[in-house]
């Protein structure tokens, strides 16, 4: 999942605890999820894996997506979220078949 969003209203110590964790966070899709911004704290992306059930869907795929944001704690608003289901990628192996 990859949401992208502006923080809102940010104090002092949350943008430095935004700022220390940006600086060093590598860029990955993990469960907890990272940030990617500008140094100016306006505009985010935040990419999180979340494990699908054999059910489910895109509704549920970006519900938990969004509450991992919101675990994070920052005051934000949501501008767009897109959702890559894994399961449904087809790998193409070099010189073989299909």
């Known amino acids: ?8 209203e940010l104090g ?11 600086d060093s966070a590598q860029l990955a899709f993990t469960e907890a999820g990272t940030f990617t911004c ?7 992306t935040f990419r999180c894996q979340v494990p699908a059930g054999p059910d489910d ?6 519900e938990r997506a969004v ?9 934000h608003r ?5 959702v890559t289901d ?8 070099k010189g073989g078949r299909g």
């Open 86 to 93: 894994m399961r449904h990628i087809k790998i193409r192996r």
């Open 12 to 22: 002092e110590d949350e943008r430095e605890a935004l700022r220390t964790a940006v």
């Open 38 to 44: 500008d140094r100016s704290l306006s505009a985010f």
């Open 57 to 62: 869907g895109e509704p549920e795929a970006t």
């Open 78 to 82: 949501i501008l767009r979220v897109g």
């Open 67 to 75: 509450a991992a944001l919101a675990a994070h704690g920052y005051p």
């Open 1 to 8: 999942m990859t949401i992208r969003g502006a923080f809102e």
